[in-house]
C-alpha cells in the first residue's frame, strides 16, 4: 500500500476493525517514511453488475466513479471519510440486495442523494448540482426549497 501523502511503497497496519456490520474492515495505517496515518477499507467483490448509461450503453460497475462523486461532495466537510465509506458500503449492500445483474445510472444517482439526504444537506447540495445539472437559479432554488 502506497502512502498517499509521499508515495513511499511501505506502510503499516496499526489497528484493524470490522466495519458495517462485518461486511468490510476499516485499517489503520501509518507510512514508515512520514510516519503520516490513513484509513483504508477492504470490501469483498461478489458481484458483477453492469450500470446502464442515460444514452443506453452499459459500463461495469465501478466503485471508484461514485468514491470520487463523494468525495467531491464532501470537500472540506467535517467527518468526511467516515461518511464516504459508510454512503459506499450502504449504497453497494443495497445494489447487492437488488439481485440484478443490470442498473441504471439513475437508479444509483438517485440512490446516491437519498443517502447524501439523510446524512449532509451540503454535500447533497453538491452532489444535487452536478448530478441533476442545474440549468437556471430557479431550478437550484427548488432544490433547496425542498430541503426546508
Do not use: W
Not at 26 to 49: G, H, M, N, P, W
Request: proline share 2%; aromatic share 8%.
Amino acid at each position: 500500500m502506497h502512502c498517499p501523502f509521499c508515495n513511499f511503497k511501505d506502510t503499516k497496519v496499526i489497528d484493524s476493525r470490522d466495519t458495517q456490520e462485518g461486511r468490510s474492515i476499516r485499517r489503520r495505517r501509518e507510512c514508515e517514511s512520514c510516519k503520516a496515518r490513513f484509513s483504508t477499507y477492504e470490501d469483498v467483490e461478489i458481484f458483477r453488475l453492469l450500470i446502464i448509461k442515460k444514452d443506453g450503453s452499459k459500463d461495469e460497475y465501478d466503485r471508484s466513479k461514485i468514491e470520487r462523486g463523494l468525495r467531491r461532495a464532501f470537500e472540506k466537510r467535517p467527518g468526511a471519510e467516515e461518511r464516504i465509506e459508510k454512503i459506499l458500503g450502504e449504497i453497494e449492500y443495497t445494489l447487492h440486495e437488488k439481485q440484478q445483474p443490470e442498473i441504471s445510472s439513475r437508479e444509483i444517482g438517485n440512490l446516491i442523494l437519498e443517502k447524501l439526504r439523510a446524512v449532509d444537506e451540503v454535500a447533497y447540495i453538491r452532489f444535487a448540482s452536478v448530478y441533476r445539472s442545474f440549468g437556471s437559479v430557479k431550478s437550484f432554488r427548488k432544490i433547496l426549497d425542498s430541503l426546508e
